[in-house]
């Protein structure tokens, strides 16, 4: 251990001596992997410093590149080749599978009737109007129980040239648009059926969108129905986008009880992403070079760093759709990492039981061993962790959807740290975990030393745990119980 951990630190060293000479470095030589990669052994093996290296590196690319790491820049792709040089340096085959996706950009967004103005929010991928807008009658859709989902709530109503106005709810908005549009409609707006701007619809792609749209507040949404005409001026853009993933797999245990485990790569435009992700991605990574290529490991493990997370989740999306049904039922589980050194950091773990009855409920059979293993290791390491809800909002979300159990540790985003969790954890109470979350500030001098250390180590420990077993106690579904677990998805 000793040896491992001063091996770590002069590698590290000459890293830094050589970032401050030159532009372009080699990528460090990887480290040795640990002969033992269980879960303790490869716990103990990452270590604060290798994490806080590929942190450095992660930034000075950032830094380098007009601040920002985002999918689709060349922040994203210098990325890409820092953690492809270091997984081949460890003697690891590495993909980089490319995908392409729609981005969507909204820059006028008007809606007035002839005595006042609205607010009004593009639906995503919604066609532009002419430059000076459209201005058409208003229709309001008639009230039912699935408002403008299905042609015949509008029987007898002329809807050519309209601007139709139609309650949120139901039926996705992309339907609603079609089915006024195949009604001769000229733009749909949809009133949100909460209260507040209906700001982040969508029409579900582009492929979808026909006719303009948007989304107004419930509050005006009874004045937008009765305006005798609407004129409507969107100013809107998709285009196409490329990006990538990148995955390598151990060469090494039963692939068909393969351990995948995740963090996105790619930032927020706004900053260079240190926390969000680069910490997931630190620790994904450290962890892959103290296993090595060919560990002496029960099952496969495949380490994946996604692309475009922020966009909504598209490289983890696009690989899961992209995987044939004996790719899904080879995979035992999803360990998934996003943020975990915030800077009012909480120790989190992914809710996957559903213990906490908040918000989503429990994730496949398997997700509830996964929370405890994360839970039981900070335990140990004399920390209390909770749950944080399940809700998809990371790169688990395409797994959990195909029945794929997972789990994960999270130092908390733009959630609010309570009194309790500040006695318990450290930190302040009453501010959010992460108040650089998704800003320029995202640096690595914000980033809480302690929790990344600590769950970077929680990372190895849960990838190292399971590389060596899925069954028993805190194990997932195999052979033909996972076959059954998942027949409903
Ligand atoms: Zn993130």
Redesign the pocket.
Known sequence: MTLLASFAVGALVLAGCSSSSDDEQPASSAPTPVATPDGPGLADAVTEAAVVGHLEQLERIAIDNNGNRAAGTSGYDASVDYVVDELESAGFEVETPEFEFDQFTADTQSLSAPDRQFQVNALTYSPSTPGDGLTGRVVPAPKDDSPGCEATDYTGLDLAGAVVVVDRGVCPFGQKQTVAADLGAAAVLVVNNEPGPLDSGTLGGADVARIPSGGVSQEDGPAVAAAPELTLTLDTETTTTKSRNVIAQTKTGNAENVVVAG??LD??PEGP?IN??GS?TAAVLETALRMGSEPDVTNAVRFTFWGA??LGLVGSTKYVEGLSETDKANIALYLNF??IGSHNAGYLAYDGDDSDKVGEPAGPPGSDAIERVFVQRLQQEGIAAEGTDFDG???YGPFIEVGIPAGGVFSG?DETKTPEQATKWGGTADETFDQNYHTAEDTLANVDRAALAENASAVAYGIGTYAQSVEGQDGVPVGAARTEARSGE
């Open positions: 963090a996105h930032s927020v992403g969000d992700n997931g997370e922020e996003d943020m909002r990371s790169d985003a």
